[in-house]
């Protein structure tokens, strides 16, 4: 038997590499709570710290199986282009999913206006980088930014992606802010269509789920931080059976570990379903590949080897290798 296997690398669709600096940190009743100490560290960042900091982060996605990462970023337009640097420094693929970003949280996340976000943008892209964008979520984007942005994404055939329904007190406000649940505001604004990703949709109802379906709009789910932040399950079955694409994120850098993440998100979905292969392994090992380089509008991305001589794999069956990768391994399971 050769002494490994080669397979599509992971691609994780969703991170914000400076997050990876609470780990281990507990401050915080709930994720409001938690918010208040990712901002604090998020205010202090300067563009050298961002740079050395996400190469770390970058290399420890490679090692575990990452080759292709969407970074979602909101800490300026500078610090933006060290985390691209910060990336091929370290030999990852990056898309720079510019957070836009009109109220709330820093004063460094925010842009005057949706000319101003999109001049951003354009000064990234014409310097190189691989762009998306990126309407933090409905908390931060009232309605004519995501009307913009919408239209300016699918004018360009840019990927969008936004933060939408992962807490219940989101729902809240924007219903009472607009008479209407947040992915229903992203699909009458324009940011619902092939090239857009909603990160989270943790507490989606049907209709945002048809709207998503419809529009052929895929959802990344980031199922380690949203255990660790209290978030709630992802709909996984609902999402599956309408053929909605599923992709894969570390988001908060918590863990980062693309076996884990698909171990937990058919986890989720057997809880809830009390059923066993809810989604087939090999969907979900596209979830972890083909869908998340969809979401990122990138067409070639780096393999990985599997160490088929890792302690985690002994007697196991080359037929069952890929589901014992998924429900057996860490990504220590891949050679660095
Ligand atoms: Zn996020």
């Not at 990452?66 to 990852?92: D, K, M, N, R, W």
């Not at 857009?196 to 419809?214: F, N, P």
């Not at 890792?310 to 990504?331: I, K, M, T």
């Amino acid at each position: 038997m050769e002494a490994t296997l080669t397979l599509p690398g992971f691609v994780n669709a969703h991170s914000h590499a400076f997050q990876r600096a609470l780990r281990g940190r507990t401050e915080g009743d709930d994720f409001w709570g938690w918010r208040t100490a990712m901002l604090d560290v998020a205010e202090g960042l300067s563009p050298g710290q961002v740079r050395s900091g996400y190469v770390d982060v970058y290399r420890e996605m490679l090692a575990a199986g990452y080759t292709a990462v969407g970074e979602f970023h909101y800490l300026g337009l500078a610090e933006a282009q060290e985390a691209v640097a910060a990336a091929e420094e370290a030999g990852i693929a990056l898309v720079l999913l510019l957070s836009a970003y009109a109220r709330g949280g820093l004063a460094r996340s925010r842009q005057e206006s949706p000319a101003a976000y999109l001049e951003q943008l354009e000064e990234l892209r014409t310097a190189g980088a691989r762009v998306g964008l990126a309407p933090h979520s409905v908390r931060a984007c009232p309605r004519d930014w995501l009307e913009e942005l919408g239209r300016y994404a699918a004018a360009e055939g840019l990927p969008l992606h936004v933060h939408a329904n992962e807490q219940p007190k989101e729902i809240e406000e924007c219903l009472a802010e607009h008479g209407m649940r947040p992915i229903e505001l992203l699909a009458e604004t324009g940011c619902l269509g092939p090239n857009s990703t909603v990160v989270h949709a943790t507490h989606a109802d049907a209709h945002e789920l048809d709207l998503l379906a419809e529009a052929g709009a895929r959802v990344c789910v980031c199922p380690t931080t949203e255990a660790n932040l209290g978030d709630g399950f992802a709909p996984v079955e609902e999402l599956a059976t309408r053929g909605i694409g599923i992709c894969i994120g570390s988001d908060s850098n918590v863990r980062i570990d693309p076996l884990e993440e698909l171990r937990e998100l058919e986890g989720i979905a057997r809880r809830q379903t009390g059923r066993r292969n809810v989604v087939p392994v090999d969907a979900l090992l596209s979830y972890g590949t083909r869908e998340g380089a969809a979401a990122l509008g990138i067409d070639t991305w780096a393999d990985v080897e599997v160490d088929l001589t890792h302690r985690s794999l002994a007697g196991v069956d080359r037929a069952d290798l890929e589901a014992a990768l998924v429900f057996g391994c860490g990504a220590d399971v891949f050679v660095a």
